[in-house]
Each structure stands twice: as structure tokens, then as C-alpha cells.
């Protein structure tokens, strides 16, 4: 449309800016990358293995069925529970390590038992993951596969309505760095009442439960969020991540189907079996640290020692950061024993940029432990000594400082070429961006206190 500006020039936004096709995006992105890989930079993975472009257009919706939402909004309930056991319980296969396709065929398969049943409506409950927008895509999938699987049976869309209870899970929340779990839990909330929950709980684990209230009346009475009736309608990115969702979640429930259903499903030990794999999947993401945990697994609050909250019994297999918390737990109680906390030294030498990063990393990572660090340019008291320079420097410096202590001295890398020469020189260990957090650190820990600990 022309549009005058003040100076009196007619301007022609659609002739000014024309339509880019993709080629043309592909072809400045590919020169940007200079040769890098452009899945490995790019592309994001998720739990479940499905690829997420960089981006997307209106080309990558076209013919997407219709969403199945309600005209003008869609109300939602703030809700003190979750329902009773007239419900199906997803959030339990969440506990157990569920994927977002895995929690959607299983409801699907639990959802057409109901259906056989005679069922008139199927109140169900879903767990909301750390993953907002495919949290978002996953409510959504819900809605448009159960209309796929209504019309499958010839009935109309309001013969047997989904109800989809809400609930902010336990898996990733942690009694370290307590107040974190607020912000886990406000954008799980919000990703749930965008994909279309029916009723929304929050858990307060480790705050207030009055915040875990607020947190819904501000989503409610101040955003005005259950006024628009799929506030992520028309998203390029969330239509198409609904889509894919959804795709490989029915291709999971035929694989259920196949098996003689749901029930026959679980009673055979199939679906123990694919919760196993996505549960050791999930904890050892956490335990590289491929995927974070704010205040456990990366970016520790150092001040915190000792957590101010017990933790709770738990349904499944735990939540994520248990393995940590009894890491943290171990130190606090080798401080009571000692008077004082272990204390690490990171002995920064040479090029400033290499022993920087390192430092900050061995930082995070030993913090994570609750230990106290110290960072200095010479030997200073402590129980475990890393050091923290380049590559090209480190076996100089092991020959130095290695004759100096007893302590056992590690190296801030990998130098994959410069190992055994290391270790001949006195160096004892290794930590790096492949380092298992867990395992290193339960095997340090152990160390200084002078052997295994309870």
C-alpha cells in the first residue's frame, strides 16, 4: 500500500521490499558460515531427535490442517490440583522420563481405551517440560491428534472433548539455588496456557506457595491470556513444530496400537523399556552438562553451601538434580567434620585469554560441588590444585608446580597430545567440556576426603 511520507515521497512497501525467496536466505546463511557445518551450527535437536531449522516461513505451513481451537478465547482454570484418578496421568510418564512424543502417544493410546470404553469426555493431565516451545507445540499437537482420532472413529469433535489439566513437574527443580525453580515454573506455566491448557498447576517446590497463585493471576487478570483462542496460531515456527510433533507422536502410538494398546503396552515391558532409554538419555545430558541446570549443574550461587530446603520424596526416578544435591550434601558434611569447606586453587599462568576461560569454567564446574575456589598466579593453601593456561604452556608449568606438593594438581583441557608427557610430569587428571560432571567430581570429592563418602 503507497504510504506518503512527510517530506511528500510516495513509498511503495511492496515494491521497496520484495519477497526474499529461500534460496536466497540459504544462500547468504551457507556464505556466512564460511564452510562450517551447517546441521552442527544451525540445526537444534531435540530429546526426541526431531530437527529444528533456524528458521521458517509461510512455504513450511502450507496445507497444515486447521487448529481445533474454540471461538473468541480459551478460558482456563486456575487450579489448586491436579484431578483425581478418573484422570490419565501423562505427568507420571513425565516423571519417568517421558519425551514430549512419548507423553503424546501414550495419551493418545490411554485416550482411545477411554474412547472404546464409551467414555464422554477425557480428562487428562500433562506434565510441562523446561522446553517452552516445544512445551507449547506439544499442548497443541494434543488438541489436533485427538480431532484426527475422533474423526477416525466417525465422531463429531464435541463428542468426546479433551479437558487437559496442566501441572508444573518436580523433575527439574532443585533444592540448590531454590528460587530458580519460580522462573522454571512461570515460563512452564506460560507454555501451557499459549498451547491451550483447560486448568493450570503450579507446584510452589522451593517458593512460596502464594507466588505459585500469583504467578497464574498475572497470566489470567494481567496479560489477558485467555482471551485469544491459540495465541500461537499463524507462528511459523510453532505451526511447524506442532506438525512435527505430531507426526512422529502417531507414528509412536501406531507402533502402540500394534502392540494391542496401551495396556498391553505397558504390561509387556515396552513402555518401561522406551522410559528407560529417554530417562538415561535426559540424565546423562544433564550429567555432561549438554544440558544446564542453572544453580546445579552450571552457574552455581558460590554463597550457597549448604541448600535451605530438604528434599522431598519423589514419584519416578527423581528429579535431575538429585545426583548433585547429594554431591553438594557430601561437602557440606565434610565441612562439619573439618571446620571448613575443601577448597580448590585455580592456578592461572601464561596466554590471558586460554587461562581466563578456563578458570571461569573450572569456576562453574568445581562450584557446582559446593567446594570454595580460589583463583592466583602461585601456590597458595588448598586440597586440590588446577591449572588453568594454554595448550602449548601446560607441560612447562606441571614441571614447575608438580615437585612443589603433594596435592594432586589437574589440568584445565584436553591437550590430547601433551597427556602421557603430563601425567609423567606429575599431573593426575583431566577436566574439560567432555568431562562427566558427576563422575569427576563425586571422584575428587572422594579423594580429598581420603576415600568414598556416605
Not at 507449547?136 to 477416525?152: E, G, Q, T
Not at 583441557?413 to 563425586?442: C, M, W, Y
Amino acid at each position: 500500500m503507497p504510504e506518503e511520507t512527510g517530506a511528500g515521497e510516495i513509498l511503495t512497501l511492496a515494491a521497496d521490499f520484495p519477497p526474499v525467496p529461500t534460496a536466497a536466505w540459504e544462500a547468504a546463511i551457507r556464505a556466512d558460515l564460511k564452510g562450517a557445518d551447517y546441521d552442527k551450527k544451525l540445526v537444534w535437536r531435540t530429546e526426541e531427535g526431531l530437527a529444528v531449522r533456524p528458521y521458517y516461513r509461510s512455504e513450511d505451513i502450507a496445507g497444515m490442517p486447521p487448529f481445533p481451537c474454540r471461538a473468541g478465547g480459551h478460558s482456563w482454570e486456575i487450579a489448586g490440583e491436579a484431578p483425581g484418578r478418573e484422570a490419565l496421568r501423562v505427568d507420571w510418564l513425565h516423571a519417568m522420563g517421558a519425551t514430549a512424543v512419548q507423553e503424546l502417544a501414550c495419551a493418545l493410546a490411554m485416550g482411545v481405551e477411554r474412547l472404546d470404553g464409551g467414555a464422554a469426555e477425557i480428562p487428562l493431565v500433562f506434565a510441562i517440560g523446561p522446553y517452552y516451545f516445544v512445551e507449547i507445540a506439544k499442548f497443541r499437537a494434543m488438541r489436533l491428534l485427538w480431532a484426527h482420532v475422533l474423526a477416525a472413529f466417525g465422531k463429531a469433535p464435541g463428542d468426546c472433548p479433551l479437558r487437559i489439566a496442566a501441572i508444573t513437574p518436580r523433575r527439574n527443580k532443585s533444592i540448590c539455588d531454590r528460587y530458580t525453580n519460580l522462573l522454571r515454573a512461570t515460563t512452564e506455566a506460560l507454555s501451557a496456557v499459549l498451547g491451550g491448557c483447560d486448568s493450570l498447576v503450579i507446584d510452589p517446590f522451593g517458593f512460596d506457595p502464594h507466588l505459585a497463585l500469583n504467578v497464574q493471576r498475572i497470566l489470567k487478570e494481567e496479560a489477558h491470556l485467555d482471551v485469544v483462542a491459540d495465541p500461537a496460531g499463524g507462528s511459523y515456527y510453532i505451526e511447524s513444530l506442532t506438525a512435527m510433533l505430531a507426526s512422529e507422536a502417531w507414528k509412536r502410538f501406531q507402533q502402540i496400537e500394534a502392540e494391542g494398546g496401551y495396556t498391553k503396552f505397558s504390561e509387556s515391558g515396552s513402555l518401561s523399556r522406551a522410559l528407560g532409554e529417554s530417562c538415561a538419555a535426559r540424565d546423562k545430558a544433564v550429567s555432561s552438562r549438554r544440558r544446564a541446570l542453572v544453580g546445579v549443574n552450571n552457574y552455581p550461587n558460590l554463597a550457597e553451601k549448604t541448600p535451605e530446603m530438604e528434599p522431598p520424596t519423589e514419584r519416578g526416578h527423581g528429579r535431575l538434580a538429585e545426583p548433585f544435591e547429594r554431591i553438594r550434601a557430601r561437602t557440606a558434611q565434610m565441612a562439619r567434620e573439618t571446620g571448613r569447606y575443601p577448597k580448590v586453587l585455580l592456578l592461572k599462568r601464561g596466554d590471558l585469554k586460554m587461562r581466563m576461560a578456563r578458570a571461569n569454567f573450572c569456576l562453574n564446574f568445581f562450584g557446582c560441588a559446593g567446594f570454595d575456589i580460589v583463583e592466583s598466579e602461585e601456590l597458595a593453601p588448598a586440597d586440590l590444585i588446577i591449572l588453568c593456561s594454554s595448550d602449548p604452556e601446560y607441560l612447562a608449568l606441571a614441571r614447575e608446580i608438580c615437585p612443589q606438593t603433594s596435592l594432586p594438581v589437574l589440568v584445565a583441557g584436553n591437550p590430547r597430545d601433551q597427556i602421557e608427557a603430563l601425567k609423567a610430569a606429575g599431573v593426575q587428571g583431566f577436566v574439560h567440556i567432555q568431562s562427566d560432571a558427576i563422575q569427576t567430581l563425586t571422584q575428587w570429592q572422594e579423594r580429598i576426603a581420603g576415600g568414598p563418602r556416605p
